[in-house]
């Protein structure tokens, strides 16, 4: 089964999970943030894995969607998701992302990894926003737990590949 994975990724987290689907299934990866061409011609399968910020996906992965629509519409898509936070209602984070609502209906697998905070890979302002963020919520919930990947949700993402 010819797998191709295409992510990308801002602090690295969307990326240490591609690589364990990588490790796990021997996959053709790429990373949009490198502008390098991406072959979708041989896959049978392609799975996204994207970050969500501010509630949206980055542009690099919308655009990479949209200007390879027909593609991805061919071929089996799954998608995993990298937050701070599960999203309620992925149809409106496809359309406020402005990513066709097609690709949502196609894909047949769109799974939560949960999330990481890498705050020495974001810059000051970004860093300071989100750790008030963080201990806004923590205080709210009344724990002071911290997001964080979760295996059994990647585990189910190789098994879903694999099949």
């Known amino acids: 089964m010819n797998i191709v ?6 602090t690295g987290v969307t990326e240490d999970v591609m690589m364990r689907l990588k490790d796990a299934l021997g996959m053709q990866t790429y990373n949009l943030k490198e502008n390098i061409e991406v072959r979708l011609n041989d896959a049978e399968k392609i799975v996204i894995g994207t970050p969500i910020y501010v509630g949206m996906i980055p542009k690099k992965v919308v655009h990479f969607i949209n200007q390879n629509k027909t593609e991805i519409l061919n071929k089996e898509l799954s998608i995993y998701i990298i937050g701070g936070e ?46 008030m ?31």
């Open 86 to 131: 599960q999203p309620k209602d992925y149809q409106a984070l496809f359309n406020v992302s402005n990513i066709d609502p097609a690709i949502l209906q196609h894909a047949s697998h769109i799974i939560y990894c949960g999330g990481e905070f890498r705050y020495d890979k974001l810059n000051f302002v970004s860093r300071s926003l989100l750790k």
């Open 133 to 163: 963020v963080h201990k806004k919520k923590a205080k709210e919930a009344q724990n002071d737990t911290m997001p964080s990947l979760n295996n059994q949700a990647i585990e189910k993402l190789i098994e879903v590949l694999e099949s």
């Open 5 to 10: 994975g295409v992510y990308f990724t801002k």
